[in-house]
């Protein structure tokens, strides 16, 4: 059985040396925080009534989780934690639920009623489980995976398609900011026997998107609609924030974070440059306590819910562009910035602690339609763990 005490112990302070003591402090910081989220993960596990039960969301003022199944878009999430958690404590408690709850959404890589979310979903908890694992079985499933992704790519527009379901009602090829942060299935599969053809979609998309998806101070449009036949930009607006002309927090977000991988992925310096400017309007709005409203320009100010997913996944992206970036003082800033945002985080303000067995509170998912408000999230949880599993690897010198 999976209890709090899985997590590692805490180092004690006094027993470094006097000349390591400030680099030992930090380290020790970012293993409190994830000893806290190995504590809550121990709460949920405990608590989950199968492994098609899968941890979404926790509404304010509640504290036990609303569980959804393997086809929703935030499935890969509570698997890809755990296996964040293995890797930190090497608990094999937590492996085999990794295992067992990855397994349950294989059947997403084979399906004709594929959406664009499986890069969401199969690549936080298969890629995750082959990167700690090497599991052949994991790779398979992750090539068909990038195979059903790579059908909904449209050549004509450039881009793969968004909300499949949503085409006749929005009347086009639809492309949302989100769908960047699933080429990082195709990149994977490009280089693991899928091909190059995966890894020119995925650029493709990340050059369509560059210059459709953002307006010229770097804000992002959440959607852009595309005339399926000639490629040509219908419209640029937003499903989820507050208007189109408006900055949703989460989905620039993950332009930051999109575009960064880009980098990663293809050393093309244009993509670094990008992912700079995306990250500098984003950190240049935020708010006096360090924590994006939902929407940089919501009308109720400061009384606006917050959004801890868009924080924890800048914090993420950040740590990584962090090491990226050539000029010393932008990566210090990038790097100080990622730490502020983790520190905020993890204060009793944001942390979920003893009022659920989340790790956040504060996020929000669609604020437009009414749901998840100032919620904890799956997603949430999930870049909040890999940010501060990133941030300890770069305190260990590893990159």
């Known amino acids: 059985m999976i209890t709090a005490s899985s997590g590692r112990s805490l180092l004690v302070a006094g027993t470094t040396l006097l000349v390591a003591a400030c680099g030992a402090q930090k380290t020790n910081l970012a293993n409190s925080h994830l000893d806290y989220c190995v504590a809550q993960a121990a709460k949920t596990a405990a608590a989950i009534p199968s492994y098609d039960s899968i941890p979404r969301t926790i509404a304010t003022g509640k504290d036990r989780w609303r569980y959804v199944n393997y086809r929703d878009w935030t499935s890969g999430f509570w698997p890809g934690t755990l296996w964040y958690l293995y890797e930190y404590t090497k608990d094999t408690a937590w492996k085999a639920k990794a295992q067992a709850f990855t397994n349950t959404l294989r059947p997403i890589a084979f399906s004709k009623a594929g959406d664009h979310d499986i890069g969401f979903q199969l690549y936080c908890s298969y890629g995750n489980g082959y990167r700690l694992t090497g599991d052949t079985a994991y790779k398979s499933v992750m090539l068909a995976a990038a195979d059903t992704l790579a059908t909904l790519f449209n050549p004509v527009a450039g881009t793969i398609l968004s909300w499949p379901h949503e085409v006749q009602h929005l009347g086009g090829h639809n492309t949302i900011i989100d769908n960047m942060m699933n080429l990082e299935l195709l990149f994977w599969a490009a280089k693991n026997g899928g091909g190059q053809r995966l890894y020119d979609m995925a650029v493709q998309h990340a050059n369509t998107t560059m210059k459709n998806h953002f307006r010229p101070d770097f804000t992002s449009y959440h959607v852009v609609v595309y ?173």
């Open 227 to 399: 005339d399926t036949i000639t490629g040509k930009v219908i419209r640029q607006q937003t499903h989820q924030g507050y208007a189109d002309s408006t900055m949703w927090a989460r989905g620039q977000a993950w332009g930051i974070y999109g575009y960064t991988l880009m980098y990663r992925e293809t050393k093309d310096t244009t993509y670094r440059r990008f992912a700079q400017s995306v990250a500098d309007v984003w950190l240049q709005r935020l708010p006096q306590d360090g924590i994006p409203y939902w929407d940089f320009q919501a009308p109720d100010i400061p009384r606006a819910p917050k959004d801890a997913s868009a924080a924890a996944i800048t914090a993420s992206a950040l740590l990584e562009l962090s090491t990226m970036a050539t000029d010393a003082a932008k990566a210090t800033y990038y790097r100080q910035q990622a730490e502020a945002l983790l520190t905020a985080l993890s204060s009793n303000q944001y942390q979920a602690r003893h009022q659920s067995p989340a790790f956040l509170l504060h996020a929000t998912g669609h604020k437009p339609n009414g749901s998840e408000i100032d919620a904890s999230i799956n997603y949430a949880d999930y870049y909040y763990i890999e940010a501060l599993t990133r941030l300890r690897q770069l305190q260990e010198g590893k990159r």
